[in-house]
């Protein structure tokens, strides 16, 4: 997808807090861009890497505060197909967590890296190198856009699955979020679990947790 494309696609969106704001494009020269509010933070990626090997990070961010986090990736992403828009390339690399304030456990997840997006139906067949599905590179796309397929809704499902089980792994919680990955994540594209059943199942989750 072009520049235009994704400033069309982020313009579309300004009005949800989960995605950073665009303001424009800059054309002409040799360096065309984006003209973006800045988003504060670490990738979800980086986040959970600090928190296997910082012991003091590791104190600080609770089993609590995954599950918010994770809450907050699955309303994110629904809020994009509630506008009309498939990601089509979710994964940990592409969260941004921001840290509001780690004493008392405030964390604000962004949705980022909108130039595969596209609108709900609208056809959008990966390219993929062979190699790369033989080699496990790309995990985090669903079975059916590794074969070629349309992406969709239900495969925007399957890389969410696949990101809480990403956080599932490396923190531990596997009562909790084990459920939601094995029914976000299922071969076929109809029997995923929908992101609204799995905002409910969170929200109990975090909410009985929290107290």
Not at 24 to 39: H, K, T
Not at 88 to 98: A, E, G, I, P, S
């Amino acid at each position: 997808m072009d520049l235009a494309h994704e400033t069309s696609v982020l313009l579309s969106l300004n009005d949800l807090s989960c995605v950073p704001k665009v303001y424009g494009q800059v054309v002409g020269g040799s360096r065309p861009g984006l003209v973006m509010s800045a988003v504060p933070g670490t990738t979800l990626e980086k986040f959970l890497e600090k928190w296997t090997t910082d012991s003091c990070f590791h104190r600080c961010v609770t089993r609590v505060d995954f599950l918010h986090i994770c809450l907050q990736v699955v309303r994110a992403i629904k809020s994009l197909h509630c506008s009309n828009i498939l990601h089509n390339d979710l994964k940990t690399d592409n969260l941004m967590v921001q840290i509001l304030s780690q004493n008392h456990h405030m964390f604000r997840v962004f949705v980022i890296d909108f130039g595969n997006a596209t609108q709900v139906g609208q056809y959008n067949a990966y390219h993929i190198d062979p190699d790369d599905v033989r080699e496990g590179r790309v995990t985090w796309l669903a079975p059916e856009v590794r074969r070629g397929e349309p992406t969709s809704i239900s495969s925007d499902i399957y890389s969410v699955g696949v990101v809480l089980r990403d956080v599932q792994h490396s923190t531990g919680l596997y009562d909790d979020l084990d459920n939601l990955v094995e029914g976000c994540t299922r071969e076929e594209p109809v029997c995923r679990t929908p992101l609204g059943e799995a905002e409910k199942r969170l929200l109990l989750r975090y909410k009985s947790l929290r107290g």
